[in-house]
């Protein structure tokens, strides 16, 4: 059971990525999923997730208006659109699944390896 967040990079304030979560093991549909980001000594703090049940989605304040998350469960993956990206979303990013959509790390029972992105002013 794995999860690969995969998509950061370096990019100008203004600009957008789009990170990927995929899941390798177990069908990503069958979990919420979780996004989380750790910025340099900080600790690590959810920006957004998605239930598996109803489609439901949340977001961090500061990202709300700005990021997206949606599945492809024929792909069996869950990606976060990051548009308007300003140097405070500078960080480690993270995905992760579990049995509950949460803005915490304790529901989440499979955490992938954490994708960089920094954002330059």
């Known amino acids: 059971v794995q999860l690969q967040a995969s998509g950061g990079g370096l990019v100008q304030a203004g600009e957008s990525l789009r990170l990927s979560c995929a899941a390798s093991?177990?069908?990503?549909?069958?979990?919420?999923i979780g996004w989380f980001r750790q910025a340099p000594g900080k600790e690590r703090e959810g920006i957004s997730c998605?239930?598996?049940?109803?489609?439901?989605?949340y977001y961090e304040d500061s990202v709300k208006g700005r990021f997206t998350i949606f599945r492809d469960n024929v792909k069996k993956a869950v990606y976060l659109q990051m548009t308007s990206l300003n140097p405070n979303d500078t960080g480690v990013y993270y995905c992760?699944?579990?049995?509950?959509?949460?803005?915490?790390?304790?529901?989440?029972?499979?955490w992938g390896r954490g994708t960089l992105v920094t954002v330059s002013s």
């Open positions: 992760a699944a579990g049995e509950w959509c949460a803005m915490i790390t304790e529901p989440y029972d499979y």
């Open positions: 093991g177990f069908s990503s549909d069958y979990y919420a």
């Open positions: 998605t239930s598996k049940s109803d489609g439901s989605k």
